[in-house]
């Protein structure tokens, strides 16, 4: 499988969000869909989508939103196929944003990892993100319910 990275469309929505879903990465207090419809007002070329060009029954394994705020990067939502994960695909991801917000002028990308998700936190720290020693604080502006 050669998987190509390209951005992201509409009609690939239904298959994003059953990707995050297998990935375990939706929750009840957010709407994927919704929160699709929004990152396409905002940055929309910093969501990508990973196809397998060689499948067309399933062609999106991997899927990933960045943005850029003008201090700092974020990476959200990034999910590479179950059974694909370990393959690199991740990473290719990875790369890929890290070399777009560097474009932008991105001085520092940030992500955010469940705590406990240890298989997730040692593959960032294998692309050399270390903890920040901060707390993460948020507050629903618009509920998805």
Request: net charge negative; proline share 7%.
């Amino acid at each position: 499988m050669q998987p190509v990275l390209r951005t992201f469309t509409p009609a690939d929505t239904e298959a994003v969000v059953a990707l995050w879903e297998a990935c375990g990465l939706v929750r009840a207090w957010n709407d994927p869909r919704r929160d699709i419809a929004r990152k396409l007002t905002v940055q929309p070329e910093l969501f990508l989508v990973a196809e397998d060009v060689q499948d067309p029954e399933r062609p999106v394994v991997g899927a990933g939103m960045a943005g850029f705020d003008g201090h700092r990067g974020w990476v959200n939502y990034l999910a590479v196929r179950p059974d694909l994960q370990g393959s690199g695909l991740g990473r290719a991801f990875m790369t890929e944003f890290e070399r777009l917000l560097t474009e932008l002028g991105c001085p520092k990308l940030n992500l955010q990892v469940r705590a406990g998700n240890e298989q997730v936190i040692g593959f960032y720290e294998s692309l050399g993100y270390e903890p920040d020693h901060t707390v993460s604080l948020g507050k629903r502006l618009i509920p998805d319910a």
